[in-house]
T-cell receptor
Framework: DTAVSQTPKYLVTQMGNDKSIKCEQN?????MYWYKQDSKKFLKIMFS???????INETVPNRFSPKSPDKAHLNLHINSLELGDSAVYFC???????????FGPGTRLTVL | AQSVTQLDSQVPVFEEAPVELRCNYS??????LFWYVQYPNQGLQLLLK??????LVKGINGFEAEFNKSQTSFHLRKPSVHISDTAEYFC????????FGAGTRLTVKP
């Protein structure tokens, strides 16, 4: 059973397009996250949700909008994609903000 | 707020040699400490964690780490590495929230 799943695994798109990445966890966790990992492997937190409410919203462009329809899902929508958005995006979940996080397999986004 | 510094961005080592990946943290509150491993083209997975109790923590794949409060360190060690240990390793600290280090690339050479 996959604990944290993301779709799609790869996403190749043109500049200016709008795209979404979906994330689901079946661990019963209350907290979910989105991270961006650049080519140097630096992991930057973007958003954190607890029980469907936004907890952390780091400095990211407002072209990025997370949506949590329920506790088990946290989707990421990106408007007007730019070249600099190319990266691997990871979803993660945890019981709470203190505990270990469980990561999804990542979505490699390439903007052409 | 808490932060974590991984002192080495890259660590090359020969197979069967011992390795230590260094991690220092700072925090004004009590913390939990973690090491994660990321194999190529995969997500992060937990190697080990320190929550409380014994300062020597054993994890998966023969790794261990020692929590040193006076030196605010949580270095990761393995006595004998394998080629398959080649990966990116992340130290993380949680207090109010989770913060990750910049990562250390461990490359094991034959």
């Amino acid at each position: 059973d996959t604990a944290v799943s993301q779709t799609p695994k790869y996403l190749v798109t043109q500049m200016g397009n709008d795209k979404s990445i979906k994330c689901e966890q079946n661990l019963g966790h209350d907290t979910m996250y989105w991270y961006k990992q650049d080519s140097k492997k630096f992991l930057k937190i973007m958003f954190s949700y607890n029980n469907k409410e936004l907890i952390i919203n780091e400095t990211v462009p407002n072209r990025f909008s997370p949506k949590s329809p329920d506790k088990a899902h946290l989707n990421l929508h990106i408007n007007s994609l730019e070249l600099g958005d190319s990266a691997v995006y990871f979803c993660a979940s945890s019981l709470d903000s203190y505990n270990e996080q469980f990561f999804g397999p990542g979505t490699r986004l390439t903007v052409l | 707020a808490q932060s974590v510094t991984q002192l080495d961005s890259q660590v090359p080592v020969f197979e069967e040699a011992p390795v230590e990946l260094r991690c220092n943290y700072s925090s004004s509150v009590s913390v939990y400490l973690f090491w994660y491993v990321q194999y190529p083209n995969q997500g992060l997975q937990l190697l080990l964690k320190y929550l409380s109790g014994s300062t020597l923590v054993k994890g998966i794949n023969g790794f261990e780490a020692e929590f040193n409060k006076s030196q605010t360190s949580f270095h990761l060690r393995k006595p004998s590495v394998h080629i398959s240990d080649t990966a990116e390793y992340f130290c993380a600290v949680s207090g109010n929230d989770m913060r990750f280090g910049a990562g250390t690339r461990l490359t094991v050479k034959p």
